[in-house]
């Protein structure tokens, strides 16, 4: 059977290849810090968005978001969403702010920050996307998820029925746009 010529690669965001170097510099500025990248963007690319679900208890307080990059002009082939999170303070001003944005080949960025979570919780658990994953136009990815407990049994998941019903969950979402 023949085929075409220019087979085009599917869209699919995964952890990104990142140098040692650049994860140290990541693990000084933060205590969790996590890059997904998005390869073989489509040159139909209008827009990315990257954004926060915040959960306690399974409730949505608050989504945080989203931060947007406008690609109507320059079409990057890969873009990375990154966030890290970072514990200020002690006992009861302890705060936790947790930091993200979308970054391309051409340096440009767009970020946002700052989200309180609950730090009565005694237990955190972090997962992020570990293998690659398909991503289409106008559907939401989550690529990570930070859940934080007291005494219940902790879980990670790749399902949101799972996270969002322990005491705080973060789930971290991109989303692009055509």
Known sequence: MLSACGHSKQMEIKAADISDLE????????????????????????????????????????????????????????????????????????RSTVHFGIVDKQGNTAASSSVKRDDSATQEMTQNISSAVPISFEKPVLIGSSIKGTDEPMHTSEHKKELIKHQDALLYYVELHH
């Open 23 to 94: 994860k140290n510099r990541m693990d000084i500025a933060a205590s969790q810090a996590f890059t997904a990248e998005a390869v073989n963007i489509s040159e139909g690319i209008s827009s990315a968005d990257m954004y926060i679900e915040h959960y306690q208890k399974g409730k949505l307080i608050e989504t945080i978001g989203p931060v947007s990059a406008d690609y109507s002009e320059k079409k990057p082939d890969t873009l990375q969403f990154v966030y890290f999170e970072n514990e200020e303070g002690e006992g009861k001003t302890k």
